[in-house]
């Protein structure tokens, strides 16, 4: 039988014709590949992917607004039409930080709408520093700012923890015009003393980078340090910090993974998108959010193409942590609590130099599982997660 790869009029004449906003994937049919529920897919010879990034839409987002409404995300489902669509992903609505959580651990995480507090067991950035000796410039985690998400870039587990952490770095947080004037107003920062230092310090506080072991490894994160700062103050001259509107924090992460990706091409990257549970009061303003998230996401997967080595190295997981409620609420936004298929089922794409081309896969997985997945990629053996694999993913 002949395969054929979907083309973007392909989704959107599916969106057209169906009933329903979503499952567009099953307008998708006719063009891709069903696969079965194979067994365990082994960690394979001569892989060609050396680095992931992994993306979070962690604001509780719909399929009906993405794979549903073609029109909204052109990017992902670009994306999509090169790589693994998975649309049946089960999730538990156990509150943004506790399932955005479960996604890096692997484990179901319940955790209070407040709780500010690391999780126990360790998270997928931990294993890979630890079980590949990886150094902490070659993981790093970016987020659109909030206190709760600098605790997904590593556990309080007693054998891993903050020396195996992911470099974290806030991008509505230190990547804004306050910050960026006081560098104008006093000077870029030197280990001087005085104000400069102050601006210094607070410069490194927003690095949250991890502890070496050894004198050696001191001396290379000393070097990593280094480099990390001189980074971010090139970033504030990018244009980062002149990111605003409705879903700048989105905005400014996706930019941060995008050169970070172009500087130090790392191993890892995680990002975590919270904006679009702006939905609450405004399904307008979700929608909106989305369609920047997109557009920011294209960004960095064309900046991916653009570099020879990134392009035939790089792999892409993106999913939500949660969906949305069917039914409006009172104010025309969207909660997250009636259960429905909407909120309890969501997408994820996978696209990568090893992956499938143009497969939607029904095979119904956990979120939990994309964890166990990039972890096998690697050769890594998460050992107390309970994730699972993505079936059907390799080519």
């Not at 020879?308 to 409620?325: C, K, M, N, V, Y």
């Amino acid at each position: 039988m002949t395969h054929t790869d979907p083309t973007r009029r392909d989704l959107l004449r599916g969106a057209a014709l169906s009933s329903a906003a979503w499952p567009v994937w099953k307008a998708w049919a006719p063009h891709a590949r069903r696969d079965a529920f194979p067994g365990r897919a082994p960690l394979r010879e001569g892989k060609k992917t050396e680095r992931v990034v992994f993306i979070a839409f962690a604001g509780g987002v719909r399929t009906r607004e993405t794979f549903g409404t073609p029109a909204n995300v052109p990017n992902l489902v670009g994306m999509a039409a090169e790589g693994v669509l998975y649309p049946r992903m089960r999730t538990a609505n156990l509150g943004h930080f506790g399932a955005t959580l479960s996604i890096f651990t692997g484990i179901s995480e319940p955790r209070g709408i407040r709780d500010n507090s690391r999780g126990p067991d360790p998270t997928i950035f931990e294993y890979l520093r630890k079980d590949l000796g990886l150094s902490s410039s070659d993981v790093w985690i970016t987020t659109s700012g909030g206190a709760q998400q600098t605790n997904y870039a590593y556990s309080l587990h007693p054998d891993y923890g903050a020396r195996y952490g992911a470099t974290t770095l806030d991008g509505d947080g230190i990547f804004n015009r306050e910050f960026r004037d006081l560098l104008t107003r006093y000077g870029m920062p030197e280990p001087i003393a005085g104000r400069e230092k102050e601006l210094l310090t607070r410069l490194r506080g927003s690095i949250r980078a991890t502890g070496p072991d050894s004198a050696k490894d001191a001396a290379k994160d000393a070097a990593n340090l280094a480099r990390i700062e001189e980074y971010i103050l090139t970033e504030l001259t990018r244009g980062t910090s002149d990111i605003t509107g409705a879903g700048a924090g989105d905005a400014k992460a996706l930019r941060l993974a995008r050169n970070l990706l172009s500087v130090f091409k790392p191993k890892m990257i995680g990002v975590v998108l919270r904006n679009a549970d702006i939905a609450h009061g405004s399904f307008n303003g979700y929608q909106e959010v989305l369609r920047r998230n997109d557009a920011a996401v294209g960004e960095l997967w064309k900046a991916v193409q653009a570099d020879d080595e990134l392009a035939q190295t790089t792999a892409f997981f993106i999913l939500p942590e949660f969906g949305r409620d069917r039914d409006l609420n009172s104010r025309r936004g969207l909660d997250h609590g009636d259960g429905s298929d909407d909120l309890r089922w969501v997408s994820c794409l996978a696209w990568g130099p090893d992956f499938k081309r143009g497969v939607v896969n029904e095979t119904p997985h956990q979120v939990i599982d994309v964890m166990g997945t990039v972890c096998d990629l690697f050769g890594v053996d998460p050992v107390l997660a309970k994730a699972k694999r993505l079936k059907g993913l390799y080519s």
